[in-house]
């Protein structure tokens, strides 16, 4: 079995081409079943364990476990670490282990800008992020693929995280600051893309601007939520499976306090994908993206990583 460190695992892995990329694996045909989720608790730690298989007619299967330990901050640890493994569809024999704290992040951040690329005005260049861990610090660049950004804002719960962030976005080119009045800054933001481990709701949605883009990536279980039910009340609401009704508690509150119904649920990624359905439908209205995470993406990361290698 071949191994692609954290550094090789991010070079085929741009946005200019992984964007595309999972645009076409939506647009296409994979299998997908049901993530296997275990709550774990062990010395005190709670954490919660997700099991995510995917395989396509490209002849690829691979399968990614990934661990969420919220807690590890008070440590100074990341709260995700995964691994991801692929496999050759038609026989089974292991082909690789790749980083998979690297493809977990590249490909969140990149769903979360396709998902943009069909929601958020064309001419959207203030992005809000919320969170400062491994998918926030992508999140200028996955959205700037698709949309002009040109200025940034950064929120989190700890001021100085924040701080620290907007001073590496600076170093690197960016024009970004950090924010320490949260709904000032969602009032005047085009895009809000939080990526945050939250269990209470950050974002208000009598704070967001007519004609913004609300993007939640962060929360993936139904105790975890990142904006309150107010967001949904009127937005043109787009997700990135059909899971993500089951599995988000952001959508599981509004719809249990009538302010979204999953029948008004406008789209998939697979059905914007395919023009089955349409994305943003006018400049004013606000338009919300929930994305609970999918292992085609994960599938579709990993493949760009094997093809693009001397092996592959």
């Given at each position: 079995?071949?191994h692609f460190?954290e ?17 076409a694996?939506?647009?296409?045909e994979?299998?997908?079943p049901?993530?296997?989720?275990h ?22 299967l691979g ?6 330990f919220?807690?590890n ?25 790749m980083d998979?704290n ?6 969140t ?15 959207s ?9 491994r ?10 693929s ?8 950064v929120?989190?719960?700890r ?7 907007a ?10 600051r ?5 709904e000032a800054?969602?009032r ?8 945050t481990?939250?269990?209470?709701p950050?974002?208000r949605?009598a704070?967001?601007a007519?004609g913004?883009?609300?993007?939640l990536?962060?929360?993936?279980t139904?105790?975890?939520?990142e ?10 609401v ?9 599995k988000?508690?952001?959508?599981l509150d509004?719809m249990a ?5 999953a029948?008004?649920?406008?789209g ?8 089955e359905?349409p994305g ?13 995470g999918?292992?085609l993406?994960?599938l579709?990361?990993a ?5 693009s290698?001397?092996?592959?």
């Amino acid at each position: 079995m071949n191994h692609f460190d954290e550094a090789a695992t991010r070079a085929p892995l741009g946005f200019d081409r992984l964007v595309p990329a999972l645009r076409a694996a939506f647009a296409a045909e994979a299998r997908v079943p049901p993530r296997h989720v275990h709550a774990i608790e062990a010395a005190g730690s709670k954490g919660t364990v997700l099991i995510m298989p995917a395989w396509s007619d490209a002849g690829f299967l691979g399968i990614k476990t990934i661990n969420i330990f919220p807690g590890n901050s008070a440590q100074g640890l990341p709260g995700l670490h995964a691994t991801y493994v692929l496999y050759d569809a038609r026989t089974g024999v292991p082909l690789a282990m790749m980083d998979g704290n690297e493809i977990t992040a590249r490909r969140t951040a990149a769903a979360s800008a396709l998902g943009a690329s069909f929601l958020a005005r064309q001419d959207s260049r203030r992005l809000l992020v919320l969170g400062t861990g491994r998918i926030a610090r992508m999140l200028p660049a996955a959205h700037a693929s698709v949309r002009p950004i040109d200025e940034l804002w950064v929120w989190n719960h700890r001021p100085e995280g924040a701080e620290a962030l907007a001073a590496q976005w600076r170093a690197e080119g960016w024009n970004a600051r950090a924010a320490t009045d949260l709904e000032a800054a969602v009032r005047e933001a085009d895009i809000v893309s939080c990526a945050t481990l939250a269990t209470a709701p950050l974002v208000r949605g009598a704070w967001l601007a007519p004609g913004s883009h609300l993007d939640l990536i962060g929360s993936f279980t139904p105790a975890m939520r990142e904006a309150d039910v107010q967001c949904f009340a009127g937005a043109h609401v787009c997700i990135d499976t059909e899971e993500a009704l089951q599995k988000s508690g952001d959508l599981l509150d509004a719809m249990a306090a009538g302010t979204l119904r999953a029948e008004d649920v406008r789209g998939t990624l697979a059905t914007l994908c395919r023009s089955e359905q349409p994305g943003r439908p006018n400049e004013a209205g606000r338009t919300v993206f929930k994305a609970v995470g999918s292992a085609l993406e994960d599938l579709t990361a990993a493949t760009l990583v094997w093809q693009s290698s001397d092996i592959g």
